[in-house]
């Protein structure tokens, strides 16, 4: 799966902390993050794309579309989700910040006690829209359908792991961001080893959602119907 598109690939690994950083409107203001960020999602859409047709070729009768148009329509809804799911962990980053202060600085065990809880309610709605939604893009990479009609009957496993391992890798990349952004204005020290283990995290999560999401799609779709023609070869074979 990981060689279906290694040029793809590397240039997603090379741009990923730019991308991850233009999460913070600061690092906008020059362009050249946002540049980073462009590029970075075209790379990782054409690398999931090529995983999404290599993992639906175990049943090659539900492959109909290729070429631009159906990589086209992958850009975009892959583009719209990465977006809507930015732009709502940026909201959500400062919240332990927030609550810290309206909680007038209270012990770590009543502060989690409060976070958890919270957080959960935020994104658990967030989560399971994201795992309702995902297998549309296999399927847009694969027949070029762009709607999202039948999309909640083509998931045949339970949502839960998927929202989970949604849920680490926005983790991961928030933890990343963080990093990041502490390193570059403050410099820390030991900084750089949390920094290689949350990207390293967000990259095995990547490849693992990109795998699941296939899969469930590959298992959950129907397969086209052979046509007439096709019918009549396998007749004309069969007879001896």
Not at 41 to 68: E, K, N, P, Q
Not at 151 to 166: D, N
Not at 201 to 208: C, E, K, N
């Amino acid at each position: 799966m990981l060689a279906a598109a290694p040029w793809s690939l590397a240039v997603f690994l090379l741009s990923l902390p730019f991308a991850i950083l233009a999460a913070s409107l600061y690092w906008l203001k020059g362009g050249l993050f946002l540049l980073f960020a462009l590029v970075n999602l075209i790379a990782f859409s054409r690398m999931t794309y090529a995983w999404h047709r290599v993992i639906a070729r175990a049943d090659d009768t539900r492959i109909d579309a290729g070429g631009s148009t159906a990589q086209a329509w992958h850009l975009v809804m892959l583009g719209l989700l990465a977006v809507v799911v930015t732009t709502l962990a940026r909201a959500t980053g400062d919240l332990p910040y927030v609550l810290f202060t309206l909680m007038n600085g209270p012990d770590s065990g009543l502060f989690f006690a409060a976070l958890v809880p919270v957080v959960l309610v935020l994104w658990l709605p967030i989560l399971y829209g994201l795992a309702l939604l995902a297998p549309a893009l296999p399927r847009a990479a694969v027949t070029g359908a762009t709607g999202l009609r039948g999309v909640r009957a083509a998931m045949p496993y339970p949502r839960w792991p998927l929202m989970l391992a949604l849920g680490i890798l926005v983790s991961a990349g928030g933890l990343a961001h963080s990093a990041l952004y502490e390193y570059l204005g403050y410099a820390l020290d030991g900084v750089p080893y949390w920094i290689v283990a949350y990207l390293t995290l967000f990259i095995v999560m990547t490849f693992v959602v990109g795998a699941m999401v296939s899969v469930a799609y590959r298992d959950g779709a129907p397969a086209r119907p052979a046509s007439h023609s096709d019918s009549d070869g396998i007749k004309d074979a069969a007879t001896p």
